[in-house]
């Protein structure tokens, strides 16, 4: 009976195998529950997913709705989208780094490090897809002018939404990190974290070869 | 109203108040839609009191904050979730009383406005799928499943409160509109561009739009939790095909609401982005597209129909075995039904729109993948019937509905083959013939699958019996009440009563609707037979005590356990054998033993994130629906601010001492030995103390 005990549920039958980076045998603590918190978030990134999916496919049949209105060759600036790709590409560089730090390097500054370079690369995004969206507006690109415009309004915004949002759970983990230290719960938010950072950047590759360069095509 | 309150009140003024109208304009017919809408508000506004002092007066606020409020108990949430759907389900039956009352008096005007009329239909679709259907089958899932697959929670317990809470606020929000009016009078479905502002600036379909995008996120989150808690929480042993059949249906459910939940979320997110922010998706001008929201309504909807659909499938199952007394026949061929139904409820939305342009071999294609999902379907049905053969039938209530489902289902089904049909569908698209078709489903499906479960489970859940006369009263009359109602709505749809009429002239459709008005005064019936079956239950249960916890000679592992469970429900986990894990125990003489020892067992604590989600997001979605910025800005500070906050929490589990458990489970042990156990015959009555005797091989009791 106590061998049943010792393993309460299916999951511990398995090694914990989640995909994406495991933390292996360093850190078991807590490492139960990091298995069914990782495999949650990534159901959760397939039902986020359906919600970008969804928003292409409004974009793409709204594309010729411009109602006699400014269409992407007069509004889209591919140097900003470029230097926009980049950023969030290196930023999951970044936090890729961050993720192996955490994996492993005993001394936190490393981490802290990665993690504040991400940070400021998210930040850079977001900042720089408000001045894109800036120029837009006053070329005229505002979202009530054509259905083709509420499209391009309803879907690129998000993904900037969701990055503000990974920066503003970055904050409250670099936080968490301060207050509890290296826990088994901070290292699983950073975990999760990683998982949302790198899906936004698939999301992004997504806009960038289909929002803006199927615009122009 | 003038500029000092405008901040504070946005557009909201003395013009929502339901008697408003018949104020300034008193005809007739306006004073007696003002009385029937202002007797509903004040019904919400004497419940909400007579709720507050009454828990004042019996001094019972701490305790519900304590165990229920903030339980993080699946058992408890599934309860609340349960209760909800109920007091909802109340409003939208007396919704669909004065529909029918309104269509039976309706020759040449009726009693009803036709904005009235509007609003009352949407509302009662609008409850009655995402107030009532969805938290029903939530609740259902919720206390059951972690139950049968030998586990102590869901695998997120403070996010199954988030999701209770989202659900509580849609349907506050709901109710609410009732005092502060107008609904929407879109319908259930909201199609643009009716439902853009150009046609319809006021507040109903914002409170629509909300009180929807709220009920979906909750869906959403406890899809996500049902099927991470079954893929990685079930006790050693419990393979796949092990599974019960009601865990498999919720698994397929929770999958489908993972799926199709994001549909209806983008569509109203975008309908609220037309309307606040001058998009033009939807909208007739500016390269706006209303069949984009069509489409992705129907992405969302038909999987919907088989969410709904589905746990009343799983329920069925347990039931027909259960009181047929025999194994469920063709497990095998009833998972691949369901995980079958589950992938073509993705492939078939467009027959919700046949009429609406695409090409004829579009809607060929569409038609034929409809018909196809008669196929699992009909496996279902013969698998359940072969399960009855030959069985030891007990007609309990539980298998009244079953009954009933079985016929009646069989016959919608059927009618739904007819509609799957294009060049049919266009004679009877958008008449009364589609509102008999679905609502012959859901009725027969899925009420009726939630009322025998209730049946079924209530002893588990509460530790005694429902009562059984007063059950079957309410059974039969669901039954003869829903086919009064609704076989003469085919009738009218083929002589081409449109839906959602307010008056008519043709004197040929008077007697059907006289019909329908009947059959609607039954369900009533039924409804007030409920509540006193209820009432009944609650004043005899000491005598209908089944403490022991296996009242029906259970078959899954819910039933291995007292009644009501305690809250870890298991003191040790179980180790699974087999298929009806919890016969193969009874048979082997293995049920009830002491184990080895009793491990301390970890609980999540108690936690207000539900609460605050609750009150924040009716908070956020009023404010939205009436303009009133600084609310939302408030509330959505609030729950930013609680997420951040929990996020820093570490004390989030309690621990329960081995001592304490092992104290209760040989206490209940030793009431277990002196219990005496009784055969099948005595189901029914004080005898049964939820011990059956054991089966013998061959033996028939």
């Known amino acids: 009976m106590s061998a049943l005990t010792a393993r309460q549920t299916a999951a511990t039958d398995a090694p914990a195998r989640h995909p994406g980076i495991n933390l292996g045998h360093a850190h078991r603590e807590g490492e139960e529950s990091r298995e069914e918190m990782v495999f949650g978030f990534w159901v959760f990134m397939m039902s986020d997913m359906i919600l970008f999916g969804l928003l292409f496919a409004t974009y793409v049949t709204m594309l010729g709705g411009t109602a006699g209105g400014p269409g992407p060759k007069e509004l889209f600036d591919m140097r900003g989208a470029f230097f926009e790709t980049m950023l969030l590409l290196v930023s999951s560089f970044t936090f890729g780094m961050a993720s192996l730090a955490l994996k492993y390097r005993d001394d936190r500054r490393a981490l802290v490090g990665w993690l504040l370079i991400t940070l400021l690369l998210g930040l850079g995004f977001v900042a720089h897809e408000l001045y894109d969206f800036h120029k837009m507006f006053e070329a005229g690109g505002v979202p009530s002018r054509s259905g083709f415009l509420s499209a391009f309004f309803s879907l690129v915004p998000l993904h900037g939404l969701h990055v503000s949002v990974a920066c503003v759970w970055l904050i409250a983990l670099l936080g968490q990190l301060a207050v509890h230290g290296l826990d088994a719960q901070t290292k699983n938010g950073l975990i999760r974290l990683a998982i949302l950072w790198h899906f936004l950047d698939i999301v992004w590759i997504g806009i960038f070869s289909l929002v803006y360069l199927g615009g122009l095509a | ?701």
């Open chain 2, 1 to 701: 109203m003038n500029d000092s309150t405008h901040w504070l009140l946005g557009r909201l003024d003395a013009s929502a108040l339901p008697f408003w109208d018949a104020l300034q304009h008193p005809t007739t017919k306006s004073v007696v839609n003002a009385v029937i809408a202002s007797g509903a508000a004040s019904l919400v506004i004497i419940g909400a009191l007579v709720v507050v002092f009454g828990l004042t007066w019996l001094r019972r606020w701490g305790w519900l904050w304590r165990e229920w409020l903030t339980s993080p108990d699946h058992k408890k949430i599934g309860i609340m979730f349960i209760a909800l759907a109920l007091v909802m389900l109340a409003r939208a039956v007396i919704e669909a009383v004065f529909m029918r009352l309104q269509q039976a008096l309706g020759l040449d005007g009726g009693f009803l406005t036709a904005d009235h009329f509007g609003q009352l239909f949407t509302t009662h679709g609008t409850i009655m799928v995402f107030f009532m259907a969805m938290p029903f089958l939530t609740g259902i899932i919720n206390y059951v499943m972690p139950l049968q697959i030998g586990t102590r929670d869901l695998s997120f317990p403070v996010m199954n409160q988030i999701s209770l809470g989202l659900t509580a606020a849609g349907a506050a929000l709901v109710m609410i509109s009732l005092v502060l009016a107008p609904f929407s009078t879109g319908g259930w479905t909201g199609y643009p561009s009716f439902t853009e502002r150009a046609a319809n600036p006021g507040a109903g379909v914002d409170y629509w739009i909300w009180a929807v995008t709220l009920s979906t996120l909750s869906s959403t989150l406890s899809g996500i939790n049902f099927a991470v808690t079954i893929y990685k929480r079930r006790a050693p042993g419990m393979r796949w095909m092990r599974l019960p059949l009601f865990t498999w249906t919720a698994l397929c459910t929770a999958i489908l609401m993972v799926f199709a939940m994001p549909p209806l979320t983008v569509a109203t997110a975008l309908l609220a982005l037309d309307r606040y922010l001058d998009f033009h998706l939807f909208t007739a001008d500016l390269g706006g597209n209303m069949m984009n929201y069509i489409n992705l309504f129907w992405a969302f909807g038909h999987p919907e129909v088989y969410i709904l659909i589905l746990p009343a499938f799983g329920i069925f199952s347990e039931v027909f075995s259960t009181f047929a007394g025999k194994t469920l026949y063709g497990y095998t061929a009833l998972v691949i039904a369901t995980l079958a139904i589950a992938v073509l409820s993705f492939t078939v939305w467009l027959h919700h729109f046949f009429t609406m342009g695409q090409s004829a071999h579009i809607n060929a294609i569409f038609g034929i993948a409809t018909m196809l999902i008669g196929i699992p379907t009909g496996v279902k049905i013969y698998d359940w019937m072969l399960t009855l053969f030959r069985g030891r039938i007990r007609l309990s209530v539980p298998m009244i509905y079953a009954s009933g489902f079985i016929m009646l289902f069989v016959l919608g089904g059927l009618t739904g083959i007819v509609l799957a049909v294009p060049s049919v569908d266009y004679q009877v698209h958008n008449t009364l013939f589609l509102v008999a078709h679905f609502h012959n489903m859901l009725i027969p499906g899925l009420l009726f699958g939630m009322l025998a479960g209730t049946n079924f489970w209530f002893p588990k859940a509460f530790g005694f019996r429902l009562e059984e006369r007063w059950g079957r009263r309410a059974a039969y009359a669901w039954i003869v009440g829903f086919m009064l109602a609704f076989f003469p709505l085919y009738a009218l749809g083929v002589l081409g009563m449109p839906r959602r009429t307010v008056a008519f002239f043709t004197p040929a459709y008077l007697p059907w609707t006289l019909t329908a008005m009947v059959g609607a005064v039954i369900i009533l019936l039924a409804m007030t037979c409920l509540l006193v079956q209820l009432w009944v239950s609650v004043r005899d249960r000491h005598l209908n005590a089944v403490p022991i916890g296996d009242p029906w000679d259970g078959r899954s592992l819910e039933w291995a356990v007292s009644s009501p469970p305690p809250e870890y429900n298991f003191p040790v986990i179980p180790e699974i054998h087999g298929r009806d894990a919890f016969m193969l125990e009874k048979e082997r003489g293995k049920a009830y033993q002491v184990p080895d020892e009793y491990p301390d067992i970890v609980l999540p604590a108690n936690s207000a994130m539900g609460v605050i989600v609750a009150v924040t997001g009716t908070a956020i979605a009023f404010g939205l629906t009436w303009y009133q910025w600084w609310l939302v800005l408030l509330a959505a500070g609030i729950t930013l601010a609680a997420v951040i906050t929990r996020g820093f929490c570490r004390d989030t589990t309690r621990t329960l001492p081995g001592e304490e458990v092992r104290r209760t489970h040989l206490n209940w042990l030793a009431q277990v030995r002196a219990t005496v156990p009784i055969d099948r015959s005595q189901e029914q009555s004080c005898a049964n103390r939820g011990l059956p005797l054991p089966p013998v091989e061959g033996a028939i009791q």
